[in-house]
Every structure is written in C-alpha cells, then in structure tokens.
C-alpha cells in the first residue's frame, strides 16, 4: 500500500475519532478499546493444509484429534477476536471402529485342497469333498494350517460338499491336481510343474465357474491358426497296474480339436519329444453345439505299458479363428488330472463356506446372529455375484447387500447392525470381508458404517489460546428411545442398590425416590403414585410431596452421568458444563420439558450448578 495513503488514512481517523467511535461502538468511554467478541459457526474443510493423518485422510479421527489442529487454525484465522470468543467448528470425524466389526474387518479365506480333504478323510480314503458328517471335522484342516493362531482368528474356509457321498477307499494316487490354485486370468507361464506354450496369439486360460478352476482354450476370436500345449509335471509309473483319467468340459462344438499325448523323453520341448496320441482312449464330448456342457470324466486309461518309466501327459489343442472351411474354435476345459491304481468315482458337489473362529477351545463354527456368511444360493439370488460366487472391482458388494439385507433381515430396529461376509476377488486372488451394515429407519435403508461422520466442537478463546470446550447438552428422548430407557435405568438399578428394592416397581423400570422411569423416558411426579409405591410419602401432602421431588431431582442425575460420560474432564481455562434436557409428568396428566445443568469438577466427576434446573419454555 501506498505509504502517503496510510498517512492519510491515520490523520482523518484522529481528526474524527470521537465521532467515528461514538458511530460505530456505541456506549464506548474514551480510553476504551474497542472489541471484537467473536461467536463463529463455520465448518472446516481445509484438511489439505494440514500435516499427518488429517491431512491424508481428510477428516479427523480418535488417533488424530480435531484438537491437535483446530485451536492453531482458529488463531490464524480469527487473530482479532477477544477473549471470551467462542466458535462452533463441524468437520468430517471417523470413529474407531468396534471390537465387534473390527474383527471381521479383514479375515483369512481358505479353500480345502486334495490334501486338506485327505487329512479330514484319514489314510486309504480318497475324496475331495465333505458330507454331512464330515464337516464337523474341519477343525482338523485348520489346526494343521495355522500353526499359533491367536484367539479371535477368524476364517472363511470354502469346500465341496455332498451330503451323502462317502469318501472312496483306495490308496493315495501317484499325482492329481485340480487347479484350484490358479488365478483367473490367461496362462503365459508355467505352474505347479506343469509346461504351458501357445502360438498364434491366444493363450490357456484359468477360469472359475461356480466356484470350481480349471485351464480353458479356444481358437474364437483368433486371427489364423493356434495350437496350445498343456503338459503335466512327470509322473513315475508304478508296476502296479496305473491308470490316468481326467475330467472334460466341451462348449460351443465345431471341430474336434483336443488330443491327448504321451511322451516319455519330453524335457521343455514339445518339437523335440516323442509323443504317442492316446486320444481314442477318451471320450471327448461333440456337444453342444451351442452354449456349454457339465464336466464329466473322459474316461480311463490303463499305463501298463508305461510301467516303471516317467510319463508326461500332454493336451494339445489345434484349432483356427478364420470363418470358412477351416473353422475350428471348440472350447475345451480340463479339470482333475489323475494317475493313480485306483480311479475315484466322479461326485458332483457344490461349493459351502463355514465361518470358524478359533477360540481357547480351539476352532468353532461362528455362532451370532448379527453376522451372516453369504451361501452360493445368496449370491445366485442375487444375479452377477452368482456368476463365481464373488464380489470385485466390477461387482461391488456394496450395490447388492443393502437389498439383500431388506429381504433376510425381518423387522429390523433402527440403528440395528449386521456384519455381512463375502468374497471379493481382487484381480489377482480371493479374499473374505467382514462389512457393517446399520439399518436406518428413517430412510428403511440397510447402509454400510463407514464410521465417518460430521461432529460439530465447540472452541472459547480463554488466556490467549483457543481451547476445545465440550460442553455438552444431553436431550434425553420420549418412549421408546432405547439410549434414553438405558440411563433412566440406571438410575433405578442405583437406587435399588444404594437407596433400598422398595423404592423400585414390581417391574424393576421405575423408581420412586427420584421418580425415574426406564418404561416412560421421563420422571414420574404424580404423589398419587408415590404413595402407592411407599408407605413413607403416605403422610405427606402433595405440596410437601413435590417440594421433595424437585429437592431430590438435582442428585438423580448424578450416577447416569458418572456411568455414561466417565471420559468428562476438565478443560484448562473453560468451566465445562453439561446440559440434560428431559421430561417431567405430573398428576394432571401433562408432560412438561425440563433442563438441569451441571460442572465437569475432575475425570467423570460432575456437580450441580445452584438454581439450573428450570422449566423449558417453548
């Protein structure tokens, strides 16, 4: 600014001060400062500017109070204000969230494998699923798993089932493998073992359907010819009479164009190993012609022939994406590869989760009624989670359980919680969640707890520093409020405890010392039933009646408030005060607002303020 301006500005203010001050602050005596005594509403959205976690986040947190910033943000912005300023600051606050979400918040998810269902079965039984009397036997699976689990673990363990099938007696097979551990996704590299090569631009692909994996080719949608190896680990062929079987799945048919190899010198090079086609030992299917069929075996080869010798068995898909005579695109999927002496029977199972948490008794089957494990049948009915049994990136759980929750939660209580566990396939792996859902019924919603919320923090400027003042005013609600009915119950259990059970109705919800009522939300001050709860007012007439009332009131609120806001404390240079707005009946049947105020004296201690308990006038 210009220097002669401020000059100027200087002199015509001390040539019109008197009339200047007399204009704008009225009542001001010369000597007099003039003051700016702030009382501010203003929500703060200036997290960016922070440091630390708020600044990252965007709100604040129990970990990283609005304390530790506010007071330093109000100083910058509201450096004129005078003491005694006050200003009510809302802004963005995560609670922590409860013990209870907190420990389905992120938990393992473990899918059975061959071995995991040999040691539920014993040795000299085959069979990769449970039934109905085999199930309770997974503690045995997940003992074996998790070594030193920490009581609370929980997990989310997926398995097949079938609930008559029996496990098959016979011996452990030379090799198996389902796939179960593939990802989704195209096959560029080997795995487990097993040699992958592809040319003419397609690839193998590990797909998922119904919660079974298993390898995928197709020529559809290439440009010319392709060919798609997939061959085995080696196996070392027993004298035993050995045999090799597989499961196949065929869609959309047009050509045959899988067949099945075996070579026993292939070492990583499909050009140079000597291969023997062992095709016609299979039945693989010709239908359908559109759409997909179910997998079933393709049959049993005997190895006899191979006995004592490392074999490896080779899938070799030959096929053309170019529409005309040379067309051939059959889809073709594999799944449980075998060589063993005895071939297991094909059960058809379907997919079950069980949510087991590991207790000091060990791992039980989670038993609460406010966490619900979605089942297949859940996800189906809901349309594209149903497609894997899974939500994703694409699938978002979070458009899908609120109606689901509609339907499998009857009745629901405001602010009722549920926690939903779900599978969530992240791209790369499967994973199990644990989300909190609160039903509102405001908007007859189920919405998920984000825990974030907007709080509003009172701040006075007192000794030169903006200080947090939470003071409070506590509106205890009308009947039926559940927060209400459990301080007004308090207070009746106290005065059972300290002040005598005669004191206490038959239902054990009202009190006739102080005159509360856990029943009604308010405080009962008709004599008439005083005197037929105890004998001791019976003397008394109603003035003298409600003189005592009104002379106990002040110290009934005394052990709700100890109980409930036990965290209360004092504040370095503000009074902290806390407000309770109720309810009062009397004998002629009105209901009458009240408030009563009481000081903050040290950590959970409170005292009433003199002549506060007065009539709310609306």
């Not at 210009?2 to 203010?13: E, H, T, Y």
């Not at 003189?547 to 036990?566: C, D, G, I, S, T």
């Amino acid at each position: 600014m210009n220097k002669n301006i401020v000059s100027s500005l200087l002199v015509a203010l001390l040539m019109t001060g008197c009339s200047y001050n007399n204009e704008n602050f009225e009542g001001l005596v010369k000597g007099d400062k003039p003051t700016d005594l702030k009382k501010v509403e203003v929500e703060f959205t200036e997290y960016a500017t922070l440091k630390g976690d708020a600044k990252k986040n965007g709100y604040f947190s129990e970990a990283d109070p609005a304390t530790n910033y506010l007071p330093a943000w109000l100083a910058k912005n509201y450096f004129t204000a005078d003491e005694g300023s006050s200003a009510k600051v809302t802004f963005k606050f995560k609670e922590n969230i409860s013990a209870f979400a907190k420990a389905y918040a992120s938990i393992d998810y473990l899918k059975l494998s061959n071995d995991d269902y040999k040691l539920v079965h014993g040795a000299g039984y085959y069979g990769s699923y449970l039934n109905k009397y085999t199930t309770s036997k997974l503690y045995k699976v997940l003992k074996a798993k998790y070594e030193a689990p920490a009581v609370g673990n929980i997990v989310l363990a997926e398995y097949n089932y079938n609930a008559d099938a029996k496990p098959q007696k016979m011996d452990d097979p030379l090799y198996s493998f389902d796939f179960e551990n593939l990802q989704p996704g195209e096959i560029t590299r080997g795995f487990n073992g097993w040699f992958v090569q592809t040319t003419g631009g397609i690839n193998w692909q590990a797909k998922s359907y119904s919660d079974n994996t298993y390898p995928q080719f197709s020529a559809n949608g290439a440009k010319g010819a392709v060919e798609g190896w997939l061959v085995t680990p080696k196996v070392k062929v027993t004298n035993e009479p050995i045999n090799l079987t597989f499961d196949v799945n065929v869609g959309y048919y047009n050509a045959d164009c899988l067949s099945v190899l075996i070579s026993t010198d292939f070492n990583k090079d499909v050009a140079k190993a000597t291969w023997k086609d062992v095709t016609s030992s299979f039945t693989l299917p010709k239908v359908p012609t559109s759409g997909y069929g179910t997998f079933a075996s393709a049959g049993i080869l005997n190895l006899t022939d191979y006995a004592g010798k490392s074999i490896s068995v080779a899938f070799k898909y030959v096929g053309n994406g170019v529409k005309g005579p040379d067309l051939k695109t059959t889809t073709y999927q594999i799944d449980n590869v075998i060589v063993g002496k005895d071939i297991p029977v094909l059960v058809k199972t379907e997919p079950q989760y069980a949510l087991m948490e590991y207790t000091e008794k060990g791992w039980n089957a989670v038993s609460n009624a406010d966490v619900i494990a979605l089942s297949p049948s859940d996800y189906t009915a809901m349309g594209d989670p149903g497609k894997n049994f899974n939500f994703s990136a694409s699938i978002k759980a979070a458009d899908y359980l609120p109606a689901f929750l509609n339907k499998a939660v009857a009745y629901p209580l405001n602010k009722e919680a549920k926690v939903i566990v779900y599978k969530y396939y992240n791209g790369k792996t499967v994973e199990a969640y644990g989300d909190e859902y609160i039903y509102s019924s405001e908007t007859a919603r189920w919405a998920i707890d984000t825990h974030l919320l907007t709080k509003t923090e009172q701040y006075v400027l007192s000794a030169g520093n903006w200080n947090f003042d939470p003071s409070t005013v506590i509106a205890l609600g009308g009947k039926g409020d559940a927060a209400t009915s459990a301080f007004y119950q308090f207070i009746t259990d106290y005065v059972k405890a300290e002040k005598g059970a005669q004191y206490v109705s038959s239902f054990g919800n009202n009190d006739y010392y102080y005159g509360g009522s856990a029943y009604q939300n308010n405080f009962d001050f008709r004599p008439s039933a005083w005197k037929a709860q105890a004998s001791e007012y019976a003397s008394m007439d109603d003035t003298a009646l409600k003189e005592l009332m009104f002379n106990r009131l002040p110290e009934a609120f005394l052990p709700a408030l100890k109980q409930f806001y036990a965290d209360a404390n004092l504040v370095p240079g503000v009074e902290v005060i806390y407000t309770v707005t109720f309810f009062i009946y009397f004998e002629d049947k009105t209901t009458v607002p009240y408030a009563i105020k009481y000081k903050v004296t040290g950590l959970g201690q409170f005292e009433y303020i003199k002549d506060s308990l007065a009539k709310i006038v609306v």
